[in-house]
């Protein structure tokens, strides 16, 4: 996995650099022993994990991911977070290509399931793991837990809408199927 932020800014607490590392403690875990956590207390961040993957050209993928945030909702924060294809294994979560999952909102009392389903157009696939928040929160922390990327599915070719919009290619939460016995 790599990350990618964005430090654009207007104001002194937006965008700052998450802190990110392995969570391990309860209720920031959805299986196993330990999560990924993002956070930044006092400030916004836009930002993503991703993972590129070779893939045979032409094959339908699904990208899925559960995410929980720890936010104070009194600060009204607005955070969000969605799960993207890139279907040519790009690494910029702005780039016009990438196939999004709707919005998971505020998801502050348990897991939400996020996934995407896209077509590769080439050798291999990107999947994102992307949050960002409009205002500061503490605490402000995302938690992603149980990614997968899998061949199969419906595929699309329709790319995603740019990351801020709110725009995606399928509505947040949909069902992702098992993967094909192997």
Known sequence: WSGWYNPARREVWENRL????????????????????????????????FQTVSVPEGSNV????????????????NARAR?????????????????????????????????????ATGSAVTIF?????????NPNGVYWDDASLVVGGEGGSVPGAEPGNGEGSAPANTPVPPPPPV
């Open 18 to 49: 998450p802190n990110g590392y392995p969570h391990m403690g309860s209720g920031f875990v959805r299986s196993g022993n330990r999560s990924m956590n993002l956070d930044r207390g006092d400030a916004t961040f836009t930002a993503a994990i």
């Open 62 to 77: 699904i990208g899925s991911a559960w995410v929980r945030m720890n936010l104070d909702l009194n600060a009204n924060p």
């Open 83 to 119: 799960v993207g294809i890139h279907p040519r294994g790009g690494t910029n979560p702005f780039d016009s290509d990438v196939v999004w999952s709707g919005w998971a909102t505020n998801a502050v009392n348990d897991f939400v399931q996020l996934s995407a389903s896209a077509t």
């Open 129 to 137: 793991l992307y949050a960002t928040q409009q205002y500061p929160s």
